[in-house]
């Protein structure tokens, strides 16, 4: 494991990584997101600091646990609404365009890779996305500001006009089965990548956090860049420490 402190160094060093690799995949996760004002859960300011997760079961199970939901889903709408792309997330959005990354695997919920151009045939969402709602039923689609004027005025969680069905963010929450279809598209990438960079995560949430792991066993070199170490940095060729916008803005 080469651990590069300084981000000048390392943001060269991503480059020659991926000028000689053939097939490139991001995996992407809250830390991305930081520099645009959109708070991560585990870093040092994290919301995990702050509040407590709340599980699938306990949204099915109360209807406390699905309005508390609601509140921070709205929370983060707002702070959606007023973020914007950084220099992380255009840079990527840069390389996909340039046709050497073949995917860009993200455990975020805020929208950010798509809005930077990043397009959907690249992009796979394992995690969801924060900024749509659904039926845990019959899979409707519900718009989340009819959902927030609902609650409004009726004070309860809504429930699916088609089939009666509790109505939930579509993301996925702790204890959440994960998505098939963007789970196996992610497998699919990672069999052919030969680079696997992942930036901005932990690598504390599992299954996530076992893909860079297949990407390294299947035979890509591992790239780490993150600002604290994770369980993951022995098994990497290269660790690039420090903020992730001063390793991208120079990619
Ligand atoms: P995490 O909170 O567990 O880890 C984020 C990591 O990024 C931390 O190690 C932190 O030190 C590092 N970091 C934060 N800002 C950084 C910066 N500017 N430069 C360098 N490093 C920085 O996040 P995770 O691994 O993605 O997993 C947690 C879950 O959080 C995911 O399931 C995701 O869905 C959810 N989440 C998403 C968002 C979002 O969509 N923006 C925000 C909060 C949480």
Known sequence: MNIVQDPTE?????????????????FTGAGVST????????????????IQPIYFDEFVASEDARLEDWRRRFKFKKQVGTAEPNAAHRAIA???AGGKVTAVITQNIDGLHQRA????????????????AACLECDAHHELDEVEAEIARTGLS?????????VKAAVISFGQAMPVRAMMRAEHAIERADLFVSVGSSLQVQPAASLPMAAKYQGARLVIVNGEATPLDGIADHVLRGSIGKVFSAI
């Open 10 to 26: 390392g943001s060269l060093l991503l480059a020659d990584l991926i000028g000689a690799a053939r097939r490139v995949v991001f």
């Open 158 to 166: 809504p429930v699916c006009r088609a089939c009666g069905g509790l």
């Open 35 to 50: 520099e645009s004002g959109i708070p991560d859960f585990r870093g040092p300011n994290g919301l995990w600091t702050k």
């Open 94 to 96: 840069k390389l996909v």
């Open 117 to 132: 151009g990043v397009p959907s045939e690249h992009l796979i969402e394992i995690h969801g996305n924060a900024t749509r």
